[in-house]
């Protein structure tokens, strides 16, 4: 979704915030929408501010405060960036506060709609924020079957027929759970964090050749099902010739990177071959890549023994 309404958005938050509109009310339609000028989602909304103006201005006691000790000139000024249509689609008074008959004027002439909220600010901006993220935050679906294995989020891509759904059902039959197969939906939600979720119509179903359909959560239960996992690692399964396979580097393996809506993803490829335990190999993958997280390196460890052995043997 790349905008939304403020009816939306209020129509999603009451029961939360215990909102009502005061005043306003014709501005309902009003967009909120995260473009190429803001900094995602999150930069929509915010407490008072006339430099870089929120499209969702949040008021509590101390920005009511601070109105209140300006100036004449300098309050009509203010509030008259504060319900500028070009800027503002929404104003919220938290705190349960009293709000000004100015405010409630500017609100009707200018269309935007004003809201009372028994709710702290503070608690207000971070709904608001997190319900953004969700709703506007960057997507895209990547072929592959989206896994939780071993707490993380993994993708397992390849080439249609090389055998995902297959290593997927084996993984759920060592107690890993599915996520999304086919077509797994990820949104960046910050500036770092991908996550992966499953399209409605394809909640629970796996397909696996000469089975077809299966409902993972029937067969397996309700622990084999996730709804959602961060994408950590993706595990691109290949078919490779003798070549490529005397040409992988025999230490640390096929190990790289893809970007994923603008967040580099580490990606291992991973020979497919007759007799291979994939499923072995793949919680191998999941545990080393957790050892490189925290810092251990198998291949730099062996290196270093080498270099000592070396060492040692030179008189």
Do not use: W
């Not at 707490?151 to 080439?159: D, V």
């Not at 770092?192 to 409605?200: F, H, K, L, S, Y």
């Amino acid at each position: 979704m790349s905008a939304i309404t403020v009816q939306s958005l209020i129509d999603q938050l009451h029961n939360v915030l215990m909102v009502d509109c005061m005043n306003g009310q014709n501005g309902m339609h009003r967009l909120i929408k995260a473009d190429s000028s803001t900094q995602g989602p999150h930069a929509l909304v915010g407490f008072l501010n006339f430099i870089h103006p929120n499209r969702i201005q949040v008021l509590g006691k101390t920005e009511l405060g601070y109105l209140e000790q300006q100036g004449k000139n300098s309050r009509s000024d203010a509030l008259a960036q504060l319900f500028s249509p070009t800027h503002t689609a929404m104003v919220l008074i938290a705190e349960q506060q009293d709000i000004p008959d100015d405010m409630r004027m500017l609100a009707d002439q200018h269309a935007i709609p004003l809201f009372s909220s028994i709710t702290s600010s503070q608690e207000a901006v971070n709904r608001i924020q997190y319900l953004l993220g969700s709703l506007l935050a960057e997507t895209a679906i990547l072929h592959g079957v989206f896994m939780d294995v071993m707490g993380s989020g993994i993708l397992l891509s390849g080439e249609s027929g090389i055998g995902k759904s297959e290593l997927a059902l084996e993984l759920i039959s060592r107690g890993h759970r599915l996520i999304a197969d086919d077509a797994p939906e990820f949104s960046r939600i910050t500036p770092d964090i991908i996550n992966g979720t499953c399209p409605a119509l394809l909640s629970d179903f796996l397909e696996v050749r000469g089975l077809g359909l299966l409902n993972i959560r029937n067969i397996f239960g309700d622990n084999a099902i996730k709804p959602s996992k961060y994408l950590r690692l993706i595990i691109s399964l290949e078919k490779m010739s003798e070549e490529q396979l005397r040409n992988l580097d025999r230490l640390r393996g096929s190990r790289h990177s893809r970007m994923v809506l603008g967040v580099k993803i580490p990606e291992i490829t991973l020979p497919v071959a007759p007799g291979r335990n994939l499923a072995v190999a793949i919680e191998a993958a999941v545990r080393n890549h957790l050892l490189l997280l925290k810092g251990y390196d198998a291949a730099e460890d062996f290196i270093q023994r080498q270099q000592r052995l070396v060492r040692q043997a030179t008189p």
